[in-house]
């Protein structure tokens, strides 16, 4: 495989793309009410399908940094020039993230700062100004010590009033640093699962993709590079699974065995699709995914605001007034699905648009980049 062909990888696009989907999916049902289980997000401990979403994102932004990054040192450009570009794009997602907070709701006082966004741009710009100075074996050393750091802090560092070791949303220590230092502009009052602890974690996330861009750079061949996609899959995806019980797999603490565990789901479903679209050339398939990958954070983006508008826009009936979702959900989707299938269908369709909107971008090759 060339590195031309590297520049733009369809597998990893059919990644992004089929990870996005899941995004749009599991964060516009009809009504969240009516909401199947695996389109939840765990309590707290464990794990269900939605909870692979974002890991999976962060681990894609960092294989993109080893693709993206070294294809610009191949040409040429300063480091100077790289450095301006990622801190340049890891302001613009931040400020991003804050301008859906506020969209169609200015309000500063109790703003949230942490969020989905805000993370991705944090973990962009640590993992990609590391990937500039440090190589790989370096990578996986610091990725082993931030999980490992982390590991020790949330069981041997005491939180006031409960003590060390305390994994209870009351008695984390993930919530009392984030209490302390942003208090007020938090998801809930005591705690953010975008917070500043777990952030350090999250970048061992990104730090894992970029050991994964490097695999799929090198010059080995694609069979082989597939191999030691799944096998490192199984190895991650089962230390995880094997540690659970000493360091439970919770998304919203960002645990190291969640990194573990997500890295090597990923893994697996990247090499499937590596195997898939970059060695047997089947492509059909992932059409609708390739049509969403390519343009992903403009996809997460104006889906959201789109999806703020319908729940600004009133609708009157004969009973008052309604959002124009809740109307489309009630009085269109039940009667035909039910309460819960209706809220489904809602969320495949809302889906379903934004494939069919983005098609004319991946015609002709229109990439919004952010």
């Known amino acids: 495989m060339s590195d031309k062909k590297l520049g733009r990888l369809d597998s990893l696009d059919a990644f992004r793309g089929l990870t996005i989907a899941g995004m749009i999916l599991v964060n516009n049902p009809g009504s969240w009410q009516n909401v199947y289980a695996p389109l939840r997000h765990a309590g707290w401990h464990g794990w269900t399908p939605t909870d692979l979403v974002f890991p999976f994102f962060l681990f894609i932004v960092g294989v993109s940094?080893?693709?993206a990054l070294t294809k610009r040192k191949a040409r040429g450009d300063r480091l100077s020039s790289l450095y301006s570009k990622i801190f340049v794009r890891s302001l613009i997602l931040f400020a991003l993230g804050i301008l859906l907070r506020l969209l169609f709701r200015f309000e500063f006082e109790n703003l949230r700062i942490p969020g989905v966004l805000q993370r991705i741009a944090v973990c962009y710009l640590v993992s990609a100004l590391i990937f500039t100075k440090v190589d790989a074996k370096g990578r996986a050393v610091l990725a082993f010590f931030l999980l490992a750091a982390y590991y020790l802090a949330l069981k041997f560092v005491p939180v006031p009033g409960y003590g060390p070791g305390v994994l209870s949303y009351e008695g984390n220590l993930c919530g009392y640093i984030d209490s302390k230092l942003l208090a007020g502009h938090?998801?809930?009052p005591n705690f953010d699962p975008e917070g500043i602890l777990s952030t350090f974690p999250a970048i061992a996330t990104a730090l894992i993709g970029t050991l994964t861009g490097d695999w799929l750079r090198s010059s080995k061949n694609s069979l082989l590079k597939a191999v030691g996609l799944l096998c490192a899959g199984v190895v991650l995806t089962g230390s995880g699974l094997l540690l659970h019980p000493y360091f439970p797999i919770n998304k919203q603490l960002w645990t190291s065995t969640f990194v573990l565990f997500t890295s090597g789901a990923a893994l697996l479903l990247l090499g499937?699709?590596?195997v898939l679209l970059d060695v047997l050339r089947l492509k059909k398939w992932a059409f609708p995914f390739l049509v969403l990958g390519i343009n992903a954070i403009f996809a997460y983006v104006a889906?959201?605001?789109?999806?703020?508008?319908?729940d600004l826009i009133t609708v009157s009936t004969g009973q008052g007034a309604m959002t124009l979702k809740a109307y489309i959900f009630e009085h269109l989707l039940v009667p035909l699905a039910g309460n819960l299938n209706g809220s489904l269908l809602f969320a495949l369709l809302f889906t379903f648009i934004w494939i069919v909107l983005?098609?004319?971008?991946?015609?002709?090759?229109i990439y919004i980049k952010i």
Do not use: D, Q
Request: hydrophobic content about 50%.
């Open 65 to 67: 940094v080893s693709l």
């Open 186 to 188: 938090l998801y809930r």
């Open 272 to 274: 499937i699709c590596f």
């Open 303 to 310: 889906s959201t605001i789109m999806a703020k508008i319908l």
């Open 358 to 365: 983005l098609i004319p971008f991946y015609r002709h090759h």
